[in-house]
């Protein structure tokens, strides 16, 4: 059976929500952009505009254009309304296991025969919330990157039972909406991003604990010596410890071996010190303009960042010794999705291969099997 999609229908209208209704509308798709209240229509319609209206400043569309996506996309609070003409659901309500199973019990009931779910979760196994439906042929993780009009990545997820069409069908979709698929060929816990940057953030904590070294000598040294867009610290007070709270915990309840989770992480989620959302997080924050910490060269050659080099390197080895990806795709994702400059095996390869799989055998002995080096890593030797 060929599939085509007619019209979008969007569960969920907060960032990521709104951000993949405007950029579908913005494709040529009519899109129905569903909360359960008016107000949280509003704001996010609000937000949209705003967003158009920046293009048309820029020149990079008419206002003629820009009204035109606007009246494409229809805020609907009526669940049943909202689906009505549609063959393509993206989910974006919060990562919530429970919650989702709630959303797709009510949907199943107003849902053709021939629609497509897809969820937007960054983390949560795509096979076990298509199994909250009676269409997991039909169902496919479409993972959009925080925020969705600017960040070029897709992470693409087929569940256990989803139909070959369905996938090919996802990939056209981000393709026309103007973004990078990069096909997760395995529904791992983090996928192919988040089981990078997760764990760093982690293992980030844990060199504080074992070496001398400052938070913003950690951050600068990720900044200058490894090409993150920003410090690892800071990228999670901008991703957010209540996000960054909830992957660890789905990661780490279905497998043990893909993160070391450090407590520091947990009290910073329930103090409610989230990062740049609340003021304070691993730093502070003043006003409601973002002030950039303060990273230098000078700091970061204070820490050799081999540790979070090495971590990064191995689960990057998992993934591909167990061909969620190959080596290209990975690089890829973690460009586009993390920002990262500089491919992290080439990173890896200049530190030399060598000392990562003894920083890893190291830390294995001192600190348990999380460290152990994969064997793709391994392969490098021989």
């Not at 960032?15 to 009519?30: E, L, P, W």
């Not at 070294?213 to 990720?222: I, K, P, R, T």
């Not at 700091?299 to 010794?321: E, G, M, R, T």
């Not at 061909?323 to 973690?334: D, G, I, P, W, Y």
């Amino acid at each position: 059976m060929a599939y085509k999609i007619n019209q979008i229908t969007v569960l969920g209208s907060g960032i990521m929500g709104h951000g993949i209704a405007q950029i579908s509308a913005m494709a040529g798709y009519n899109v129905n952009l569903r909360d359960i209240e008016q107000s949280f229509l509003d704001k996010a319609m609000d937000k949209i505009k705003w967003s158009i209206n920046k293009l048309v400043e820029k020149q990079k569309i008419t206002p003629s254009e820009a009204e035109n996506i606007i009246n494409r996309i229809h805020p609907v609070v009526d669940l049943e309304q909202s689906l009505q003409g549609s063959n393509l659901v993206v989910e974006a309500v919060p990562e919530d296991l429970n919650l989702k199973k709630k959303v797709y019990e009510e949907i199943e009931k107003f849902s053709t025969a021939d629609m497509i779910f897809a969820s937007n979760t960054s983390t949560l196994p795509i096979s076990e919330i298509s199994a909250f439906t009676t269409r997991p042929d039909k169902f496919i993780g479409l993972h959009f990157f925080n925020p969705p009009q600017l960040m070029p990545l897709v992470e693409i997820i087929p569940g256990l039972k989803t139909e070959q069409q369905v996938t090919e069908l996802a990939i056209n979709l981000v393709n026309e909406v103007k973004k990078t698929p990069i096909l997760c060929k395995k529904d791992v816990p983090g996928f192919i991003v988040n089981r990078i940057f997760i764990p760093l953030v982690h293992e980030a904590a844990y060199c504080l604990d074992r070496s001398n070294a400052s938070m913003v000598e950690v951050d600068s040294a990720s900044k200058y010596k490894m090409g993150l867009p920003m410090g690892i610290f800071e990228l999670a007070d901008y991703t957010g410890m209540d996000v960054i709270h909830k992957a660890t915990s789905e990661m780490y309840s279905r497998d043990k071996k893909v993160i070391f989770p450090h407590p520091k992480i947990q009290q910073l989620y329930e103090n409610k010190e989230l990062g740049q959302k609340t003021g304070k997080g691993f730093y502070q924050y003043q006003g409601d303009n973002y002030e950039r910490v303060q990273l230098t060269e000078e700091a970061a050659d204070k820490f050799d960042p081999i540790p979070l080099v090495s971590v990064a390197v191995n689960n990057a080895s998992w993934l591909i010794s167990n061909e969620v990806c190959n080596r290209e795709e990975l690089e890829k994702a973690l460009k586009l999705g993390m920002g990262l400059k500089r491919e992290l095996f080439t990173t890896a390869e200049t530190i030399g291969i060598g000392n990562i799989i003894n920083t890893l055998k190291t830390l294995q002995t001192n600190y348990g099997t999380f460290y152990e080096p994969d064997k793709y890593l391994l392969s490098f030797q021989k």
